[in-house]
């Protein structure tokens, strides 16, 4: 009797003749495109902020535009302040574009798959409160402008 074993980690990663993450290197390329605008231009003029955010109540993402702008310039500090996830995203969206061109020149594509755990879905869940408690107790320094 042969009996498979699943992997302990619920990430498989494999170098594949098709490429499976086509659109989402497409939004990291927009978001790569949009975050050097913001670096080189500035933040836009207008306010994009929900009415929760009016009232000083933060989510997980407030300030993670300022975050991105200070991460593509070089100013790590003022991006952790503002939302320690733009540097992520902004390594997770430049990692996406290196994955692209790579598969282009290759013709290999390294495709990664995530098996959704009951532990993983809860470490995320924490993790999304923790940097919503996080924002919150920043408040003040997400509601300024600049």
């Known amino acids: 009797m042969s009996r498979t074993r699943k992997a302990a980690w619920p990430v498989e990663a494999r170098w594949e003749a098709h490429d499976g993450h086509r659109a989402l290197t497409v939004v990291a390329l927009a978001?790569?495109?949009?975050?050097?605008?913001?670096?080189?231009?500035?933040?836009?003029?207008?306010?994009?902020?929900?009415?929760?955010?009016?009232v000083g109540i933060m989510d997980p993402l407030c300030g993670a535009t300022r975050s991105v702008r200070h991460t593509f310039r070089g100013e790590l500090g003022p991006a952790w302040r503002y939302n320690p996830l733009g540097p992520v995203l902004a390594a997770g969206a430049v990692a996406l574009l290196v994955r692209g061109i790579a598969g282009v020149a290759t013709r290999r594509w390294l495709n990664v798959r995530i098996r959704w755990t009951m532990p993983l879905v809860a470490a995320l869940l924490l993790l999304t409160a923790a940097v919503g408690i996080r924002q919150q107790a920043h408040a003040d320094l997400l509601m300024s402008v600049g």
């Open 31 to 54: 978001g790569v495109v949009a975050a050097v605008l913001l670096a080189v231009v500035g933040l836009p003029p207008w306010d994009v902020h929900g009415l929760l955010h009016r």
